[in-house]
């Protein structure tokens, strides 16, 4: 879900021409609702919130006025400003007069904001928090994070078929079952952690390597009969005593010592 605030950061570096007029600055007065202002001389930052919350879906003013955003939308406390929200400062001595941009970060003495007509360019500005008159969240916007939110919940918590057919299961339950898991059909971190598991390929075998006493045998059965007669008499214990090893390791492991 594309927000305005994603539009926003995407047109940073937008700015007035010195000759002839923007386009994408008299389209942003077209699309916030304006379409009769053909120039980037009028002021437009109003103009650009408008176009970005427009192109997002989401209503706005349709005004050119800054402080129309001061009954738009709820109202946020400073302290619980989200990148993105709508902040209104005022400006100028006349009280009709503000700017309009979205809320980026709280520095104390100054509020910085993504806007347009900010130096004539859309760009990231710290203003004087002395001169904050209001900061507002659109009306359906604290829902529609909830939604995204619980939408990549689930989207981690339900089966996914693909991963699952790929291990040769054909439902998550069908997979937990095959691992001794809780069969409950969510891929959970212990499910996922199976399934990251099953998923990795097998490490190859590597063939045993032979044994230096035997290998040192077939070498000498080329210098002397009597070398290699040696050797392999050596060799044959050595095979015996590996054998008996291995049946003690075996009948320690049967009695679980």
């Avoid at 007035?16 to 053909?38: C, L, R, T």
């Avoid at 009028?42 to 919130?49: D, I, L, P």
């Avoid at 904001?113 to 009306?139: C, D, E, H, M, P």
């Avoid at 990795?200 to 070498?219: D, F, G, M, N, W």
Wanted: hydrophobic share 45%; aromatic share 10%; glycine share 10%.
């Amino acid at each position: 879900m594309t927000t305005a605030y994603d539009l926003a950061k995407a047109e940073v570096g937008t700015v007035e021409w010195a000759k002839g007029d923007n386009p994408k600055v008299v389209a942003y007065f077209k699309d916030s609702g304006n379409p009769g202002v053909m120039d980037d001389e009028t002021a437009w930052c109003a103009a650009f919130v408008g176009a970005m919350l427009r192109r997002a879906g989401v209503k706005s003013t349709g005004a050119l006025n800054a402080r129309s955003y001061l009954d738009w939308g709820t109202p946020v406390d400073r302290k619980n400003a989200l990148p993105g929200d709508v902040v209104i400062f005022k400006r100028g001595s006349s009280s009709w007069q503000g700017h309009v941009a979205f809320f980026v970060k709280d520095r104390g003495a100054l509020i910085d904001v993504l806007g347009g007509n900010q130096s004539n360019a859309v760009n990231v500005k710290g203003y004087s928090a002395k001169s904050l008159l209001g900061i507002r969240r659109a009306t359906n916007a604290k829902a529609g994070e909830r939604l995204i939110v619980a939408a990549k919940e689930a989207k981690a918590m339900v089966e996914v078929p693909d991963a699952i057919a790929k291990l040769g299961y054909k439902t998550v339950k069908d997979f937990q079952r095959a691992f001794g898991l809780e069969v409950d059909g969510i891929v959970g971190p212990k499910t996922r952690a199976a399934m990251n598991a099953a998923s990795k390929p097998a490490q190859p075998v590597s063939a045993p390597k032979p044994s230096p006493i035997k290998e040192t045998a077939k070498t000498a059965a080329g210098g002397g009969v009597g070398a290699a007669v040696v050797l392999a008499v050596l060799a044959f214990w050595q095979d015996v005593a590996q054998g008996w090893h291995d049946f003690w390791v075996w009948v320690f492991s049967g009695f679980g010592l």
